[in-house]
């Protein structure tokens, strides 16, 4: 969960220098206080300096959740929802997880999106899989490869 770009930036550091080298399952979390706030403008920053080869989760808090988790599912990323993010549905209505997933199946269904089963969900999201070096890491999610000493110029996979 990370909580602005410059946190992005750090993960990718992580992966070049060969600490983490397993798939990179993302949340942006836009609550405010520290961490950026539900904008869409940051929003669509951060979405556009993910690599490709990450999964990307949004998050938000009280009446934020639906329009931050609509826009996640209109744009091909995945939602979070539950009542540890918001007790509240429509003004004045208390809202349960079972709820919010209701909903958000359904508003899925109308934008055409499937819902993953538990099984397709691992695959996804890679679990348990983990890469042999930092350049075999890069390259699987979609950042350049480091570069090498003396080397100058844009760097790309072969």
Known sequence: QLAHSAQLETVERLVRRGVYTGPLNLTWVAIG????????????????????????TLESIMRNVLPVNTMAIALGLHPRCGNEDTLWGKLGEKCTSADAVRQLVRIAGELGREVATGKEAREIYRLDEYWGSADEALAKLGYPPNRQPGQRGFLHHA
């Open 33 to 56: 206080g520290g961490f950026d706030g539900p904008n869409p403008y940051t929003m669509l920053e951060f979405i556009r300096r993910v690599p490709d080869g990450a999964s990307l």
